[in-house]
Structure formats: C-alpha cells, structure tokens
C-alpha cells in the first residue's frame, strides 16, 4: 500500500496509484493529491449512506421471507398489500424524462448493443470498431446460412455464391429497386452526387426509394468505390471492387456489404470481469482511458500473423447533397460501473475500510472522459458532451437517488456541467422492476436507458421468493407470468416517461454465440417489442442482429405500443414457485436440473477463479456453447440453493454431483492454457470450493450476489501462486467470422 500522507489519508495500492499519476491524469490539468483526497471526500460522503441502503435490503428480505414462510406464495391482492405495507411497493407514479445533449446513438438511432469486458483491449477495440461489419463475412462464416457442401481450404466459392445471392435477397427486401432485382444488377453507377443509376440485364433503374441513397465514395468516372444506403436510421455500404477475389465473382463487382451494426457499446467493468485487486483494476480502467483517448492499442497473433489492432477513424463520402458526409467509425461508448453493494480491497481508508468501489469507478470512468470532452483525444466519442456511465444492481428509487447524486458530486468536483454524466438503469433487481416509475422519476434529467436484464432479474427473482417454495426449472422461468409482464411493463414505463427519442430500451443478450440462425429467427422480436436496442455477444452478431432493425421501424413501433393499455404490475408479484410444493416433479427432472446447474457453475468458476475470466463460453451437458457471467451465474447457485432449502434435493446429493460434473468439466478444459484440473485435489482447489461456497451460502448471502464467494477465492487462488491469468476466451466480443474477401 501507499503512503497515506500523499493519497488523501488513503491506503492505496501501488498499481492505482501509479496509474493515477502516470496515465490517468497524465495530460490533464489535475494533480494525483487532487484525485486522491477528492476520492476519500466521496467515500466519506456517501459510504454511510450505502450501508443504510445496504441494511434497508436485508430488513425488506427478512419481511418477505416472513410473510412467504406463513402464507407460501400466497395471494396475490394480500401480497401487495403486504409489500406496500412495509414500503417496499411505492404509489405508482407517472415521470416524464427531460433528458438533454444526448447522442443521435442513444436518441435517435435504434440498432445492436455489444457488452465488452474492459479487461481484454483486443476485444474492446475489435467492439468499439464493430460500429461496421461486414455482411459477408457475417453470412460466409456462421451458421446464418445453411453449410450445403464441404468447404474447399481457402475462399471456397460456391458459400462465396451463396452469400452473394443471400445479399442480393436482403437488398431486395430492404432497398427495392424500382424494377427489377439486385441478383440482376450489373453495375451501379453515380453519374451526379444525388443519383444513383442501378444499370441490369434489362435496362436502367433506381431504387424505388431514391432518399434511401445516402452518398457514395468516388471511383472511376460515374462508377462509384462504394454507394452508401440508408434505412431506419442505419447505413449500408456497398463496397465495389471487381479486382478482389469476392468482386471478380460478383455480378456487378460488389466486394462487400458492410452494414452500420453496433451503434452502441458497453465497456464493462462489472459482470464480465474478473477483477480484484490493484492491478486487475488498472487493466480495466487502462482500457477505458485508452478507447477514451484514441490511444489503445493491442498487439496479438491470430492465423498465424501478428495483427496490431487500434481505434478506427470515421468513414467520410460525398454526400446525396453533394457535400462532404462523415459517418462516426466507431460505436458510441458507454461504461458499467459497479452497483453499491461492492468494495475494493485495493484502496483502504485510514481505518483500514475497503472502499466503495462505484465512488473509484465514477471518478475514474469521469475523470478518463475528459479528454474526449475537452477535444484531446484522438477520435470524437459523444458529439453533445455527455459521458454515459450504466449502473447496475440498484434496488428501488433511493438508490437510484443515490447513483444520481454521486454522479452529481463527481461532476462538481470536476468543474463539468450538470447532468454530464448521463445514467443508464439496469432494471434487474425486483424492487426496481415494481417501482419502475419512481426510479425513472428520480433520474428523469440524467437517464438514456432502461435495459431488461433477465438474467440478473431472474436470479433476484429468486432469491427474493426464496420462502415462497421450490422454484421452478431454470428454463421454465421464461414462461412465467412475472418475466412476460417484466419485458411488456419496462416498454410501457418507458414509452409512457417519453423515452422515445430521448433514450435507450433495451433487452437482453444473446446466450449462444455460436447459434447465428437461431438468433437471426428469433431476436427479431426485440424490435418488434419496442426495444430501440439489445445485447448480441460479437461484432459478426451485432452485424446480423441490425438486419431486425432494418427490418423494423423502432420508432414507428413504439408510437405504436405507446397506445396500449399499462401491463399490470401485479404481474410481476407472482413468485414462479412449483406447484404442491414440487411433488409432482419426477425424479429425472430433478437429476438433470441439479446437474446442468452444477456444471454451469463449475464451468464458469474454473475460469472465474482459476483463470481470472470473467465471461465465457461454457458447454452445456449437451455441448452447446452458452455465454455465462455473473448473472448467469447467480441464477444457477440461487437455483440449487433454492431447491436445497425446500428439500427438493439432498445436501449429499448436492456434494456428489458436482463431484462428477467436476470431472466433465476438467474434461471439456482439457488443453486451456493454465488450466488447473479440480478432480486432481477437491478439497484443494480454490475453483471447486468456491463453487460449493455459492450454492451452499446462496440462501443467506445478500441479495444472492456471487461476488464475494467469487472474489475471496479468486484472491486465495492468486496469493497461494496459483490462478495465474490466462488470455481470456470472452463470449461477449468474439473475433468475428472468417473473412471471405480476405
């Protein structure tokens, strides 16, 4: 640790500071003592206030708990009743957001979200530059279309043909021709800036709808380098080049369609990280401050080359007006910081107290954003001078009030504007999901999102019925009737608050990276709810996943669901319990359910701990590929936990499955580098008791959280030598789909 005399009293770790001093404030006009002493301003501020909200949680669970225990899950008219009683169910409210300087990404323009850990650069810049994808690549590499041979090594031209006549349906079906169609297009051609001559086998065309021509980038004479359309607010490049291997095969010389796809991104430093201590920390605001400045960059092997990845600049062309039109080349940032229930080991008051880790992460995340506020980075990320921090894990509108005036404090203590700093709110804690209204209400000048995190919700929905009685199959709790009334009931608060064209709603992730045709026939529905965003796990995703919002007009659709009645909110009082307390569940389904939530929980926390990832992609029983997290996490443990309590399973039963999932697990990791198989020590291995320690606790642990049993054995796992951190293999940002014009 520091000396305290020169960190505000202070005790922190040598990496922060250093990383304080040399980079952070390196190119600003502030001094580390500055920073520090601002920090433990903030803390004293608001620490007591935490712990008071921290107690009013587990006060409102043992109330709750009470009341299940005496009447299981009861009546629905008592419940409430009950729940309003005691406070935790507020009067309804009716807030209407006036939210200003907000980015067109966030505003007007609905399209894919990705979520990156900011611990990994090379996926944070291969996010941030995944603002454009290519279609091509997205159709050749995936499962999006049917594999109808076995591929020839190297560009392998019958997909190559299938791709092409799969572009040409989707341009025929997003920007029509006034005759004819696209398969039939033999060259495009600008002969003025405002026209776009479509010339075919029988003759010459436009499109039907001349304004979705956008702009073009010049070529030879009236033959464009490449024709920019627009629709839904998203831009589609066609990118013509007969010389490459992809434009010589074309019938009008098209090398690629590149396609306007994440307009958004969340550089996460919560779920998706496995983070600490000092250095691990660092890492994480190292990448912030990086994609802030312009300066990131990141160098790794992939295909046998050494690839060097940086920020992408924007993409500029001439204009339908004629003039200079520049498109941003990167998505819109934001950031997640950490919900009030965490504290940092790495930074220590003078008595020794972990600090509030929100109060660090504000102030960094802030303090980063400065030099693109203050034109001193290399690329522009906001255009209105507003910096977008998403908290998450936030129970009710006291402590949203409390995230707002952090925020607030932290804006003052930087001299910047008030509401600079935006919020976004994770709605998936269940105090706030039935008190949507006042928690809007109480960030109605700050907030540009409202995003339904099912996964978290799901396992907080747990954890608060936990005495209601067994819960139902973790599968099965997507049919439930408090998720369905979650997903219509965020679109209806927030429609009703004026979230369109002011802000973001969004829906969840996308769990199976690999599933591209799966998600392409179903994630559509997200749009069509009224979402102006959702959550996809990779660039090539995020490339198809904004064919919906071509697809779909967001805005016209919420004007739409604007209309609708409110769903109920008793809705989501029904706790998804099983019936006759679980009787009628047969045998085999209790085995399968214990052991598919068992390896889940191993497979992530061998890596968790083990490894120090904070995202993967873990195998199911089956061997699908499913993006696990924190979240997902916190369902699994809650679930075993659950069952446990009301006897549905056996402790020993508990003890011996995750004995053998252990070994299946140890299995499918075998060859991961630094892997440290669990079978070869139970008992010694940090992984495997962590795993017990979440199921095992996850009754009395608060809210259900994970991060505690998480971090005290990914610490015992690193001072004892071992866990020694490995190059991640996140889920969330994959490296995309193998290139076929490459």
């Given at each position: 640790m520091s000396d305290a005399s020169a960190t505000g009293g202070l005790q922190v770790d040598p990496a922060l500071r250093d990383f304080v001093a040399d980079e952070l404030l390196a190119g600003l006009d502030l001094e580390p003592a500055w920073f520090w002493s601002t920090l433990a301003e903030l803390d004293e501020r608001?620490?007591?206030?935490?712990?008071?909200?921290?107690?009013?949680?587990?006060?409102?669970?043992?109330?709750?708990?009470?009341?299940?225990?005496?009447?299981?899950?009861?009546?629905?008219?008592?419940?409430?009743a009950f729940l309003t009683e005691i406070g935790y169910l507020l009067p309804l409210e009716e807030p209407t957001v006036s939210v200003t300087r907000v980015d067109r990404e966030i505003a007007e323009v609905p399209g894919p979200q990705l979520v990156v850990p900011a611990t990994v650069p090379r996926y944070a810049l291969n996010a941030a530059n995944a603002r454009w994808?290519?279609?091509?690549?997205?159709?050749?590499?995936?499962?999006?279309?049917?594999?109808?041979?076995?591929?020839?090594?190297?560009?392998?031209?019958?997909?190559?043909?299938?791709?092409?006549?799969?572009?040409?349906?989707?341009?025929?079906?997003?920007?029509?021709?006034?005759?004819?169609?696209?398969?039939?297009?033999?060259?495009?051609?600008?002969?003025?800036?405002?026209?776009?001559?479509v010339d075919t086998s029988a003759g010459s065309t436009g499109l039907a709808d001349p304004a979705q021509f956008a702009g073009h980038r010049p070529g030879d004479g009236d033959r464009p380098a490449a024709v920019l359309l627009r629709r839904n607010g998203l831009h589609l490049e066609l990118r013509i080049d007969p010389s490459t291997q992809v434009g010589t095969q074309h019938h009008a010389g098209v090398s690629d369609a590149v396609l306007e796809s994440a307009v958004s991104t969340i550089v996460d430093l919560e779920d998706s990280v496995a983070t600490v201590d000092g250095p691990d920390k660092v890492g994480a605001y190292r990448t912030w401050l990086g994609l802030r400045t312009?300066?990131?960059?990141?160098t790794f092997g992939k295909g046998g080359k050494t690839v060097t990845r940086e920020?992408?600049?924007?993409?500029?062309?001439?204009?339908?007006?004629?003039?200079?039109?520049?498109?941003?080349?990167?998505?819109?940032?934001?950031?997640?910081?950490?919900?009030?229930?965490?504290?940092?080991?790495?930074?220590?008051?003078?008595?020794g107290e972990p600090l509030l880790e929100e109060v660090l992460d504000a102030l960094v995340s802030a303090t980063a954003a400065l030099y693109d506020l203050r034109g001193q980075g290399r690329f522009t990320n906001t255009r209105t001078g507003s910096v977008y921090i998403v908290k998450p894990k936030m129970h009710g509108p006291d402590e949203v009030s409390l995230s707002v005036e952090l925020l607030a404090a932290v804006e003052q203590a930087l001299g910047l504007e008030p509401t600079t700093l935006k919020i976004g709110i994770m709605d998936e804690e269940k105090r706030t999901s039935v008190n949507l209204e006042a928690c809007i209400a109480r960030a109605a000048d700050r907030v540009i999102f409202v995003n339904t995190g099912f996964l978290d919700r799901t396992g907080d929905e747990i954890h608060t019925d936990f005495e209601a009685g067994p819960v139902v199959r973790k599968d099965a709790q997507r049919s439930q009737t408090w998720l369905t009334t979650y997903e219509d009931r965020n679109v209806d608060v927030a429609l009703r608050a004026g979230f369109a064209g002011q802000a973001q709603i969004g829906k969840g992730m996308w769990a199976k990276p690999a599933a591209m045709r799966e998600m392409l026939d179903t994630k559509g529905g997200h749009p069509r709810a009224g979402a102006n965003t959702a959550w996809v796990p990779s660039p090539t995703a995020a490339t198809l996943h904004a064919l919906h919002y071509l697809e779909t007009d967001v805005l016209a659709v919420q004007r739409e669901l604007a209309k609708r009645p409110l769903a109920d909110r008793r809705g989501?009082?029904?706790?998804?319990?099983?019936?006759?307390?679980?009787?009628?569940?047969?045998?085999?389904?209790?085995?399968?359910e214990l052991e598919t939530n068992a390896q889940s929980i191993l497979g992530y926390v061998v890596r968790w701990v083990g490894l120090g990832i904070g995202c993967s992609t873990v195998p199911t029983l089956e061997g699908v590929g499913l993006m696990e997290d924190r979240a997902t996490l916190r369902i699994s443990s809650q679930q075993i936990a659950n069952w446990l309590h009301h006897g549905l399973v056996e402790e020993g039963q508990v003890r011996e499955t995750f004995a053998r999932m252990a070994a299946v697990v140890d299995e499918q990791n075998a060859g991961e580098p630094g892997y440290q198989p669990m079978c070869a020590d139970l008992d010694g291995s940090p992984s495997f008791q962590a795993a017990?320690?979440?199921?095992?606790?996850?009754?009395?642990?608060?809210?259900?959280?994970?991060?505690?049993?998480?971090?005290?054995?990914?610490?015992?796992?690193?001072?004892?030598?071992?866990?020694?951190?490995?190059?991640?293999?996140?889920?969330?940002?994959?490296?995309?789909a193998p290139s076929p014009a490459s």
């Open positions: 608001f620490a007591g206030r935490v712990g008071q909200l921290l107690a009013r949680r587990d006060e409102l669970q043992q109330q709750i708990d009470g009341w299940h225990r005496e009447h299981g899950a009861g009546d629905v008219a008592a419940l409430e994808g290519s279609l091509f690549d997205a159709l050749y590499g995936t499962d999006a279309l049917p594999t109808e041979h076995e591929p020839a090594r190297g560009y392998d031209e019958r997909r190559g043909a299938q791709v092409i006549a799969e572009a040409d349906r989707l341009l025929d079906r997003f920007f029509p021709l006034a005759e004819g169609s696209h398969a039939d297009v033999v060259a495009y051609r600008v002969p003025s800036p405002g026209e776009l001559a312009g300066e990131l960059t990141a920020v992408h600049g924007d993409r500029t062309y001439v204009g339908a007006d004629g003039g200079e039109l520049t498109l941003p080349g990167r998505s819109l940032l934001l950031v997640r910081n950490v919900g009030h229930h965490m504290r940092l080991d790495a930074v220590r008051t003078a008595d989501l009082l029904v706790p998804p319990v099983l019936p006759d307390g679980g009787a009628g569940l047969p045998e085999e389904d209790k085995r399968h017990l320690d979440l199921v095992f606790s996850g009754r009395r642990e608060p809210n259900g959280y994970t991060e505690r049993a998480l971090t005290t054995w990914r610490q015992r796992a690193k001072a004892t030598g071992g866990g020694e951190e490995a190059e991640t293999r996140d889920a969330v940002v994959a490296d995309g």
